[in-house]
């Protein structure tokens, strides 16, 4: 079982409104990443963390997303607006930077109508 | 800038027959190369990683090498079994803080 915890596991969106998605990663990984998996399942990196602060986000990222990870509580990521074209998964991972390798989520399925 | 390809999406067998997914790559750096595997509804699951020019890796009767030469890491398995049915993704480690490249992925299938 992963031991990425994301929740929710499913949510329902109108156009406009917010939708926020936490990610618990896994202990002692410092690294956490937000991928978009689309319909077609592919995926695209949103954004990463180190500890608290932003390692690198795509420009999507930057315009109507939020993403924080603050210290002993969970990670999120907040669509601040939602679009129907955001109707996707989001996968929370985690890693320990050594190996390179990440470890998923089972991640959030957003569903924008 | 960095890239990978997996030129099949969909691959169809019948159980037992051989399995070859195509994997190449494009980066400037000396880095991992990743097959990941995600079943329906699940995770995606590491299953092979390799940073070693010309080395086998293997891992649940999956292997992989990986050949700078042809910047391939093809995944193999010689047996296909029903439960390998799920998709596939091939993936580089970026120089940037572990960000990881994937390919489009390929949705294996495999029949009685």
């Known amino acids: 079982n992963s031991k990425v915890i994301q929740t929710p596991r499913y949510l329902v969106k109108g156009q406009g409104q917010k939708a926020k998605m936490r990610c618990i990663p896994e202990?002692?990984?410092?690294?956490v990443f937000w991928y978009q998996q689309n319909k077609n399942n592919e995926f695209k990196f949103l954004i990463n963390?180190?500890?608290?602060?932003?390692?690198?986000q795509i420009d999507m990222t930057e315009k109507r997303f939020s993403a924080e990870c603050p210290s002993n509580s969970p990670c999120s990521l907040e669509i601040q607006s939602s679009e129907a074209g955001d109707s996707a998964l989001y996968l929370c991972a985690s890693s320990d930077r050594n190996t390179g390798q990440l470890y998923f989520g089972e991640g959030s399925k957003l569903t924008v109508l | 800038g960095d890239s990978v390809t997996q030129t099949e999406g969909l691959v169809t067998l019948t159980e037992g027959l051989p399995v070859m997914l195509n994997c190449t790559y494009q980066?400037?750096?000396?880095?991992?190369l990743f097959w990941y595997v995600q079943h329906l509804n699940e995770a995606p699951k590491l299953l092979l990683k390799?940073?070693?020019?010309?080395k086998r890796t293997e891992h649940q009767g999956f292997h992989a090498t990986l050949h700078k030469s042809s910047s391939s890491f093809h995944l193999q398995k010689s047996s296909a079994q029903l439960s390998d049915s799920a998709l596939y993704y091939c993936a580089l480690s970026g120089p940037n803080y572990n960000v990881l490249y994937f390919g489009s992925g390929t949705k294996l299938t495999v029949e009685p």
């Open positions: 963390f180190q500890n608290q602060e932003v390692l690198q």
């Open positions: 202990k002692g990984h410092p690294v």
């Open positions: 980066t400037a750096y000396s880095t991992f």
């Open positions: 390799s940073s070693t020019d010309n």
